[in-house]
């Protein structure tokens, strides 16, 4: 009876610690929430009180003075095209760099690993005044690329350590029945990787996505600006729009929220996968 007793104990005193955490967690995302419906006089005044009257004018002026439609064009194309690449390329180079196991492929190995230490704020500064001066700044294009300099070393260093674990004899028995390398490696190996690559594009996607400091350095013009850029339209200099700002903010979170959604068991059987791996 004292055992069962224990075990009941326990069980709620894990579920009351495990509802304390979710409420401190989602506390701030439901502050957001209820800040998007007030008036900015209302935000002032008392911030986790409900709102007045409820009321969609602060989404209908944060989509119009934010360009949600372009904004949120151009943050599709960096993301989609920004993770592809990495998983493309990151898989590719990963997999030369196992199967050829030479001196030079540990270097370039190693020379990847060394890269991941290398904080961006210590780059950041030389490759925009770099960059700038010749003019290859303000284009989406070279944010991509910047994009897939910081992103390909961390996926490449994941993708190593799996492929070390498939045995190579897959790989001879597919060459035997004619298969070149590139379709033993799209063919064969490239799904045997779905777990990692379920891993690498929910955290790639997540950072793209939620990125501000980069494109805040490499975009100027309106028309190119990112989702996370597009929010910063509601803090001038003297003043802020806290309640179209927190609109804003409502609005940045909602694609990312139904990706979420949508891929939730794929998300969590990635990671799981990807760990035991």
Excluded at 11 to 40: D, G
Excluded at 75 to 101: D, E, K, P, Q
Excluded at 159 to 170: A, M, N, R, T
Excluded at 217 to 244: E, H, I, M, Q
Aim: glycine share 4%; charged share 10%.
């Amino acid at each position: 009876m004292g055992l069962k007793v224990q075990k009941n104990i326990t069980k709620i005193t894990t579920f009351v610690l495990c509802a304390l955490m979710f409420v401190l967690y989602a506390f701030p995302f439901l502050l957001v929430l209820i800040n998007s419906f007030k008036t900015r006089i209302e935000v002032v005044e008392n911030p986790v009180a409900l709102p007045k009257t409820w009321s969609f004018d602060n989404f209908i002026e944060a989509y119009k003075t934010m360009n949600f439609g372009s904004a949120l064009i151009n943050s599709l194309l960096v993301t989609t095209i920004s993770v592809t690449v990495i998983i493309l390329c990151s898989s590719m180079l990963a997999y030369y760099l196992v199967r050829t196991n030479s001196k030079l492929s540990k270097v370039i190995f190693m020379s990847l690993v060394a890269s991941m230490i290398i904080p961006f704020q210590s780059l950041m500064i030389p490759f925009v005044t770099i960059f700038g001066n010749i003019g290859l700044l303000n284009s989406r294009g070279m944010l991509i690329y910047f994009y897939l300099g910081f992103g390909i070393s961390m996926a490449t260093f994941m993708y190593h350590g799996f492929i070390k674990s498939i045995p190579i004899e897959l790989e001879e028995a597919a060459i035997i029945d004619g298969a070149s390398q590139i379709q033993v490696f799209f063919k064969v190996v490239f799904p045997m990787l779905s777990p990692t690559t379920a891993t690498i594009a929910i955290l790639d996607v997540l950072w793209v996505w939620n990125d501000f400091l980069l494109p805040s350095l490499v975009l100027v013009n309106d028309d190119v600006r990112t989702l996370p850029l597009s929010t910063f339209y509601f803090f001038g200099k003297y003043t802020a729009n806290y309640s179209v700002a927190m609109a804003a903010l409502v609005l940045v979170l909602l694609p990312i929220l139904i990706f979420y959604f949508i891929m939730q068991k794929k998300i969590i059987a990635g990671v799981a996968d990807g760990a035991i791996k």
